[in-house]
């Protein structure tokens, strides 16, 4: 990717040559839920649905469908919401090395890969937004895009430290020397490839909404087991912890407009082309009006980190922000709440042409944990959810709820299970959440 | 600042209008030590010096000279290095509101202003490069540039929370609670003027050596008491740390073409005519040859965090590597160790006119300590270093010397000042430290 490549797809240019003709439109990506919920049935809400005629019914795998590593799962029917629940999930089995796919349709769920190299597990939730279709097509793709990315560099990943040219050939004697002083590990390639795969999942999703005609992102927060390693990968809002008998370790931080700011005001500053005159990069503690004008205000812009000041407010001040409103409620550009994630190719402020791609990122933050350095007990439980969840509770609430269920059932395998089941039950009695 | 600000002063353009005729050169910047050593005189090196002939000499202000806070200071006059000592340093009481400064000639450090509003401390180190010039100019400047700033936004901070409005007046009834609810703080406002008075300050730096046709450059870490708060600021390699009984607390993070990769990275994608052709933007295990052509090896762009992954060599990928070399030797252009700091306006890289400062920042990351709620003891100590210190001894090893020295001598109110000469003069034995 280069700066012409920015500039050429999203700057304002000369006429070019006439566009492509259309594409034959592909047919819309099929609705689906995730595959390991087949046979399974939603269950009613909590005991006092009768109550609460609202609550939502929760639904989790069949009994004896085991997840990888025992994970559970559940989630709450959007049903009333929309007509289909915008998000998804996807877990496997991680085969690194040989191409092909095992025969998905037997399987409670995704075998990447029939023979072995580098062994793992994949966990992903994809928070869906603008219509179900990104999040299917993250939940269908992303592992395969990851496990091409890791077989990319898997031959690197062989040494320690890992190779510096592919081959395995030493151009310079001292090139095992080069890498150690630079401190790469083999981890860093993981990185890389959880950071490529998401990258190249999100042209991959532009590239089918264009073909089908469908609009719509998603969130994406991914988990990998892999060499004794846990990576999570997290673009969006969704959060992931690690629950300990004495702490509560955060695994992703959120990625929002509020979060984001600098980086957001830091690309309108050398874009100022991407506003179209409609925005103000600035912030203000609420939206400027004329009376308003000539007055010294608090303000921020894109190289303050941690600091305000005060500013003349002039005319064009007055656009509209383009970060706006607080916490919950604050937008980019009045329209979307997360400011990475995947999809959102064709998303444009209402009534404009002003396209928001520009300034979302698919590149994941991605936290490494040490499993062996850690050592994990049978108690340690990581916990991954959509801001569903976090709006109404908080990680010490949920590492409080964990520590209470799980001692008490250390006999029953799946205990994760009826954990996130229990957890979905209680949200299902906040309707309002998403 | 605008993003036309920046292309019209670092990219080529069309010819624009002829240059201004060259104002009268102004007379170089006199050389000078920091104004509270006058009076001092150099003290020979440690009892070892007889055996060390090269060991060079500690100054620090005369015995009675109590500095603020009463801080210790010392510093080795460089006389190995450059006819000049480069690093220079200034303290004073900080007074906000009026104007006008007290008469500095019959002071032992500044007086920034006879009447009170708000007081605090200053206390700073300019670590210079290229000559003396430039950390003159800022231990001449940027304490008023700072006074400036804080009282631009003084009446601001009267109100907790601090005002919408500069003038008081309330534009729409409900401000102060959009203040509230974005979190603003008075202390925000002090950190937003810090940055103003750090890059107010590179100006009047770089007007002056433009006008007395001198160069260079030099970091500057400077420590405010402000309010029951102590501000940590620092732009370039020095160091900040706060020793306790039991523990060491980081007051800085170093900013090196390392430490700011992404930064640096990141504009040189965004405006590759910076690199002129002469440099490539790709960091790889080290520099790349012929042989290495067509190879796939690891690398790093400006959007991996902490990862890598292979790409193939081609032609381009041979340039001179933007940033290049490891840990003390890292160079950004192959020229300067640091990424951040005041001036440096005319450096380019040698032999070419392709110019350093657009990567550099003037703007220091500021870091708050709440004095009040860290419940500070007697023995508990700042210590603030450029590179000279860091290079040769761990926060640890420092916090170890501190705690050994400090409870011994609880009588005396200059112990700090001996501790600070008993510093310099275990580096007078590193003479190849700056």
Redo the contacts between chains.
Sequence with gaps: ???GWFRRRFLPGPPGPAPRPPKPRASPVPYRRPRFLRGSASSPGPADTARRPDARPVRSPARGRALPWNAGYAEIINAEKSEFNEDQAACGKLCIRKCGFGAEDDQEWLTLNSEEFLTGHYWALFDGHGGPAAAILAANTLHSCLRRQLE??AD?MAATP??????G?C??PS?PQ??E??G?RAE?????????AFQECDEVIGRELEASGQVGGCTALVAVSLQGKLYMANAGDSRAILVRRDEVLPLSTEFTPETERQRIQQLA????ELLADEFTRLEF??RL?G??LG????FRDH????????KCVEKSDLKYPLIHG?GRQARLMGTLAVSRGLGDHQLRVLDTSIRLKPFLLS?P??I?LDMDQLQLQDDDVVVMATDGLWDVLSNEQVGKLVRGFLPGNREDPHRCAVLAVEFSRGLALHPCCS
């Design positions: 990717m280069s700066a990319a560099v690197g890992p190779l510096m040219h592919l081959s050939c151009v310079c090139d080069f890498v002083e630079k790469i860093d390639l993981v990185i890389g490839a959880l950071e490529s500053f050398v874009y100022p503690p609420r009006k009376d308003d007055q010294k205000v608090l190289h303050m980190s941690g600091c305000r000041s005060y607080q590149v933050q991605v490494v």
